[in-house]
């Protein structure tokens, strides 16, 4: 019977960590917390993630705390960032690291280490693109009027870039390839300088 009891309890415990991820938070300040992410959810003021550190205690945690997050999943690391936007705080996964520009995205999908359930319920759902340049400047991305924006935002530093949007390969989907062109021709022309 005592086999049966521990055999029971091994079952429920793997189970329980079956969707938790090894990873990290990185904190205000600059230091890593290292522990279990075990999922990220939507809730009315944004986003939050339940993390259970290397002792066992479990955290639910807020964008604003953090500076953001990071873990492996499938081989793959997923990096996140905390952000602000329009009285909302979210994490925003890493798309595209960039010298000029870089691209974050608002977490959809399916994966066990994510529930956006609650999405559904928004009125207007937030933009699912943001770039990230200057100092620190954030500017949000929202699928209707892209094209326009974009066009404003890349005029002044590559027309020729602004002049495609909207066409093959550089709609809304394609925003990804797009940063990463602005960035290359950004590269190229600090070069021959």
């Known amino acids: ?9 091994f079952l429920l415990t793997t189970t329980a960590f079956a969707d938790s991820f090894r990873g990290f938070l990185l904190t205000k300040d600059g ?3 290292t522990g279990y992410l075990n999922i990220l ?8 993630i339940t993390f259970t550190n290397d002792f066992g205690d479990e955290y639910t945690i807020h ?3 953090v500076s953001g997050f990071g873990f492996n999943y499938q081989g793959e690391p997923l990096r996140f ?11 925003l996964q890493e798309e595209v690291r960039g010298r000029a520009v870089s691209l974050f995205r608002l977490p959809r999908g399916g994966g066990p280490w994510l529930d956006d359930r609650m999405l559904r319920v928004f009125s207007t759902p937030p933009p699912e693109y943001y770039f990230e340049y200057g100092q620190g400047k954030f500017l ?10 974009l066009r404003r935002f890349f005029q002044e530093a590559s ?6 949007i909207g066409s093959r390969g550089y709609r809304y989907r394609d925003m990804a390839d797009i940063v990463v062109e602005f960035n290359a021709r950004n590269n ?4 021959r300088l």
């Not at 905390?82 to 909302?88: A, Q």
């Open 188 to 191: 190229r022309k600090r070069r």
């Open 1 to 9: 019977m005592r086999q049966l009891y521990l055999l029971l309890f």
């Open 63 to 65: 964008p604003f705390l």
């Open 41 to 48: 959810q939507y809730s009315p003021g944004g986003n939050i």
């Open 140 to 149: 949000a991305v929202p699928r209707n009027g892209y094209k326009r924006n």
């Open 81 to 91: 960032v905390s952000r602000r936007h329009e009285g909302m705080w979210y994490f």
């Open 159 to 164: 027309p020729e870039l602004a002049a495609k």
């Open 31 to 33: 230091y890593q917390l």
